[in-house]
């Protein structure tokens, strides 16, 4: 049956109406970026559906990683998978959700402490299946390949991948 799906599958030549690339690296770049954006959106409209933006749906489990000890806007910072100039808009707005409470950090009087709520841990238990896809990837593609993608995306980006390009 993964062959069927393969057949019916656009390839990404016809998606971005390109003929030919100008080489495979060419190719997989542009499918990549091409394949990122599908993701984004698609993401995008399921936070949506929960009346949040996928990067607060990010914020949201860093938070949930570090509990129940307290996370910093920094700390948040560093460990967001998109950087994010206004970090302290979007904090505002999880807490303003209810999502998020602060608290001044008693060491730091500048540094401010973040907690995921209990109504945070329950958005992200009701919306985590969908973010991660459950109900696409499995039909689309093996866990065998998955894995090979993953092992094949960590080599494209190679040795630069400190995020500094």
């Not at 896809?133 to 980006?157: A, G, H, M, T």
Request: with cysteine; glycine share 4%; charged share 30%.
């Amino acid at each position: 049956s993964h062959t069927n799906v393969l057949l019916n599958m656009p390839k990404i030549e016809e998606l971005v109406k390109v003929r030919q690339f100008a080489s495979p690296w060419h190719r997989a770049t542009i499918n990549i970026i091409y394949t990122n954006n599908w993701l984004n959106v698609m993401l995008e409209k399921r936070a949506g559906a929960k009346q949040i933006t996928l990067q607060q749906f990010n914020v949201l489990r860093v938070l949930r990683g570090q509990y129940p000890n307290p996370v910093t806007n920094n700390l948040l910072k560093e460990r967001l998978l998109t950087k994010t100039p206004d970090i302290s808009r979007l904090v505002d707005r999880i807490v303003s959700k209810g999502l998020v409470s602060r608290e001044k950090n008693s060491i730091d009087k500048r540094a401010v402490d973040l907690l995921i709520t209990d109504k945070g841990l329950e958005l992200l238990q009701e919306i985590e299946n969908d973010m991660m896809l459950d109900d696409v990837l499995p039909e689309n593609i093996s866990v065998d390949d998955c894995l090979k993608l993953s092992e094949l995306l960590d080599k494209f980006r190679g040795v630069m991948d400190d995020l500094d390009y």
